[in-house]
Structures are given as structure tokens and as C-alpha cells.
């Protein structure tokens, strides 16, 4: 079987599961069966698929069949162009979560800030991306240790030094600490979500998507607390699900929406002032 003819067999497969990004990821599957990067695979479509790849493909595709999403079964993936190492202890960083980070970089230039902090950091995509990308001194914050070691991992992988990383119940390990910029896409999905989740969020782990009964259960103790941790002129930055900006806003005092590429309200930026 050539390299072509095995991502053939992979999107025809996938088709089911992964509906028009069957060929998309039937790409990334292959490459990582292969043991190549993505953009290799054309010049290597006449080639001969070894057996071990051809084996590692067809358990890739039983995992991706079952509904775990791809990108546990790649065990990496990219967030604001980065490499990020996944698992099932955190949040797979997603693209509206980049809107976050964005802002958080043209914040951050425009006003000098130097140190960050990202709440429920997971993955730490978003502390890592900060440090990475604007050299912000950043501390990652996570109730999980599972997430506090992947950050670590993660930090490690992008060459960045944190300026820490903690593992306790939001703000609870951070007392008595002031940052310029706290990031925090905390759970966010309702009871109502929770109980009819697509197949592949259940593969996600709850902790990190459900935020209390009706969602805005961390909104309501962060903006309890999250004044005492910043700085004079500083800001906060949360991620919001998209029909939460009202009640998200009238929780804070002097807010701003921003919106995805999808046209939803997607971060609210809240100032310190
Ligand atoms: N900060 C991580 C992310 O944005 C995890 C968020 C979470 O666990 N709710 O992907």
C-alpha cells in the first residue's frame, strides 16, 4: 500500500467521525503513522507504507472512531503556532482561545505590563504562548497537578522559563500576589451542556469544561476575588461561552467584548480601574 493510497483508506474511514475534516485529519494521521511531518506527505505518496505505520494507522483510526478526539490520539497540537503537548488531564487548546491571547500580547505591548498570570491554566497554552510570545514573566495557576505537570512539560517544550507554576483551588494559592494581566478561560458549560455534550468532549475532562449549574459559576468567584491580585492600571482578560457576554459583563464593572472568528462574543476584558 502506498503513502497515498493508506491517507486515502484513513479519510474514507473517517468519514463518519470526522465528517468534512475526514481528509484533513486522514493528513495528520498519516504523517504521524509515518513518522513524517504533514507537509511531506506529497512527496512521498508513491512510496511504500512500512507495515508498522500501516498498523499504527489502523489503531489511531480505531481510538478516532470511538470519538476521542484527534488530537489526544496525536498527543500534540499547535495553539498560536506553538506545539503544545495534550492529554487527557487538560483542555485541547482550541482557536477562540487564541483570540484571548492575542488580545493579552497587544494589552500587554501597549501598555508595558511585565507579569501575567493564567488562571486554570491546563495545557498552560495560554501562560506558555504569553511568555513565549511577549516575554511576559508569567505564573500558571491549575487545581489539577496532572495540569500543572503538563504545563511544566509544555513550558520545557517552548523553551520558556515560568515565573511559576501553582497547583490549588483558583486564587487560592496565589495570596498576597499581584500580576498586571490575569488570563483565565475557566469552564464554562451550564448543567444543560454538560448533559448533552458531543462525543468528543466527553473524552475532555468535565473539570474543565463544567462551570456550575448555570455556566458562570467561576465568573461570579472570580470577579469576587481577582481585584486583590492585580496591579494598579492592570487588567483581566476571561474567555466567555458565546451567549454569556451579558451576564458575564454585569458581574464587573468596567468591561469590553471582543468577538471570535465566528462573529461570537468570545473575551470579555475587564479593567482594573
Ligand atoms: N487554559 C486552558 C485552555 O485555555 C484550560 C482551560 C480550562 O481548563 N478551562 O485551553
Redesign the pocket.
Known sequence: MTVAALTRWLAERLAPAAGEDARFEARLMAAEALDVRPNELPGLRDEAAPAAARERAEEMLRRRLLGEPLQYILGEWEFMGLPFLVGPE?????PD?EILCERALLLAKARGYRTAL?L????G??GVSLARRGGLAVTCADLSAGCAALTRRNAEKNGVALAAICCGDLFAPLRGQRFDLICC???YLSDGDMAQLQRELTFEPAL??HGGADGLAFYRRIAAEYAAHLNPGGALLL?IGSTQAEQAQALFRKTQLFYDYAGNPRVVLVEET
Open positions: 487538560a483542555l485541547i487548546p482550541r482561545t493564567d486554570c491554566c491546563g495545557t497554552c495560554i478561560n475557566p469552564p474543565a469544561l474567555e
